[in-house]
């Protein structure tokens, strides 16, 4: 599986943008990008998920560079419920379900009042 | 929709007791996984199931720990004998054709 690299903390003003970024240099062409967060004392959430196009739902933006080495979590207004830690993991889809996620170490995101 | 359900959600007891951590995956998914997360190494996954059968335990830190499935809706994750080293905080996750969904987890301390 290829390897991730996140910086280890980053802070945001509520109510504006968080971008987290990702390096995924050594990724394979099957291999997805998937971003969790796990908040205080709760298990891990999924965020979203993406190949090769930018997603967008409900809860973020996940914009993936042209040659897929690295990637950007947006979240478009934070707010102080937003921090946690951020996960990104690349991972091939097996089956059309994920198996064996490597978690890293994250970023953890402080979203500042 | 209910989500995965652990319980208990925190487990006290003395090492060399046995521990049974329980998990109900939601309806409908066919993959079930137990992860350990502690500070020193992080979240990691232990075993994982595919329609009840254990696929991948070598996770499994050693042979005190044993997982089972006896059907799709209810999963095991026992240690015996504990010892200290095993306190951490034991999340089961389940997931069907999209991504895995964690459970609150059961915050394990063994003293």
């Known amino acids: 599986d290829a390897k991730t690299t996140q910086p280890p903390s980053m802070d945001c003003a509520e109510g504006r943008a968080a971008n987290l970024p990702c390096n995924h240099s050594?990724?394979?062409?099957?291999?997805?990008v998937y971003w969790y967060r796990q908040i205080h004392s709760q298990g891990p959430q999924y965020i979203i998920h993406?190949?090769?196009n930018n997603e967008t739902n409900e809860m973020a933006s996940l914009i993936i560079t042209e040659d897929r080495k690295s990637s950007t979590l947006i979240l478009p207004h934070a707010t102080l419920r937003d921090t946690a830690v951020y996960y990104c993991?690349?991972?091939?889809?097996?089956?059309?379900?994920?198996?064996?996620?490597?978690f890293g170490t994250g970023t953890l995101l402080a979203v500042q009042p | 929709d209910a989500g995965v359900i652990q319980s208990p959600r925190h487990e006290v007891t003395e090492m060399g007791q046995e521990v049974t951590l329980r998990c109900k995956p939601i309806?409908?998914?066919?993959?079930l996984f137990w992860y350990r997360q502690t500070m020193m190494r992080g979240l990691e996954l232990l075993i994982y199931?595919?329609?009840?059968?254990?696929?991948?335990d070598s996770g499994m830190p050693e042979d005190r720990f044993s997982a089972k499935m006896p059907n799709a809706s209810f999963s095991t994750l026992k240690i015996q004998p504990s010892e200290p080293r095993d306190s951490a905080v034991y999340f089961c996750?389940?997931?069907?054709?999209?991504?895995?969904?964690f459970g609150d987890g059961t915050r394990l301390s063994i003293l």
């Open positions: 996750a389940s997931s069907g054709r999209g991504p895995q969904h």
């Open positions: 050594t990724i394979s062409g099957n291999e997805y």
């Open positions: 993406g190949l090769k």
């Open positions: 993991i690349v991972r091939v889809a097996v089956g059309g379900a994920t198996n064996k996620l490597i």
């Open positions: 309806s409908g998914h066919d993959y």
């Open positions: 199931f595919n329609n009840n059968v254990p696929i991948d």
